[in-house]
C-alpha cells in the first residue's frame, strides 16, 4: 500500500537550517507529486509548497519563499524539506502528503505521512 | 488568499447522533474545488471528500460533502465512536492552497 515515512524529530536553535526527509513506498515514485504541510501549535494546516518528483519543478507558497527548498532522489524514491532561517515560529508539524493525480496536480492530498515534530528553541 | 472559516469550532454530541459541520470560503472556491480531512490525536490527516461532495475511498457513505461557491457543509449523518476527531476543510481551487482551522467534534 502507498506509505509516506518521515524521519525523526528535530530540536534546532534560531537561525539555523532543518532538512526533513520523506520516504514513500508502494507506488511509482516518480508519477505524483509531493507537497508539504505543516502546523504550528494553536494554528492552522499551513500549505509549504510542492515538488513534482518527476521533473523536479517545485512551487513554494509566499510565505516560505527564500527559506524552503523541496528537493528529491528518485533512486530512494525520496523527498527532502529544507527550512532556513529558523524561528521559534518554526516549531510545528511537519507532514509530506502526496497528491493523488497522476503526473497532475489536483492539489489535494491523500495520503499524508505520519509527521515530524521540529522543536526551534535556543 | 482564500481564508476559510469553520464553524462551529468545538461540537459536542452522542453517538448516533448527526454532526452538521460549516466551511466558510472569503471568497468563492474555483470549481468547488474543496476537501474535507479527519484527524484523530496523534495521527496524520485523512482525506474524507475531495471536490466538495466525492468521497474518497474507503469512506463510509455516513459522511457526505455538499456547498458550492463560498458555503460547504461536512455532515456525518450518525456519529460512530471512532469519528470523534477534528475535521479541517481545504481549498484547492487557488494557490496558496489553505485550510480552515478545523471543528473538534467531541463526545457529549
Known amino acids: 500500500q502507498v506509505q509516506l515515512v518521515q524521519s525523526g524529530a528535530e530540536v534546532k536553535t534560531p537561525g539555523a537550517s532543518v532538512k526533513l526527509s520523506c520516504k514513500a513506498s508502494?507506488?511509482?515514485?516518480?508519477?505524483?507529486?509531493m507537497h508539504w504541510v505543516r502546523q504550528a501549535p494553536g494554528q492552522r494546516l499551513e500549505w509549504m509548497g510542492r515538488l513534482s518528483t518527476g521533473n523536479g519543478n517545485t512551487r513554494y507558497s509566499q510565505n516560505f519563499q527564500g527559506r524552503v527548498t523541496i528537493t528529491r532522489d528518485t533512486s530512494a524514491s525520496t523527498v527532502y524539506m529544507e527550512l532556513s532561517g529558523l524561528t521559534s515560529e518554526d516549531t510545528a508539524v511537519y507532514y509530506c502528503?502526496?497528491?493523488?493525480?497522476?503526473?497532475?496536480?489536483?492539489?489535494?492530498?491523500?495520503?499524508w505521512g505520519q509527521g515530524t515534530l521540529v522543536t526551534v528553541s535556543s | 488568499e482564500i481564508v476559510l472559516t469553520q464553524s462551529p469550532g468545538t461540537l459536542s454530541l452522542s453517538p448516533g447522533e448527526g454532526a452538521t459541520l460549516s466551511c466558510r470560503a472569503s471568497q468563492s472556491v474555483s470549481s468547488n474545488y474543496l476537501a474535507w480531512y479527519q484527524r484523530k490525536p496523534g495521527q496524520a490527516p485523512r482525506l474524507l471528500i475531495y471536490?466538495?461532495?466525492s468521497r474518497a475511498a474507503g469512506i463510509p457513505d455516513r459522511f457526505s460533502g455538499s456547498g458550492s461557491g463560498t458555503d460547504f457543509t461536512l455532515t456525518i449523518s450518525r456519529l460512530e465512536p471512532e469519528d470523534f476527531a477534528v475535521y479541517y476543510c481545504?481549498?484547492?481551487?487557488?494557490?496558496?492552497?489553505?485550510f480552515g482551522g478545523g471543528t473538534k467534534v467531541e463526545i457529549k
Open positions: 508502494g507506488y511509482a515514485f516518480t508519477t505524483y507529486t
Open positions: 471536490a466538495a461532495s
Open positions: 502528503a502526496r497528491d493523488p493525480c497522476p503526473s497532475c496536480y489536483y492539489n489535494w492530498f491523500d495520503p
Open positions: 481545504q481549498q484547492y481551487g487557488s494557490l496558496p492552497l489553505t
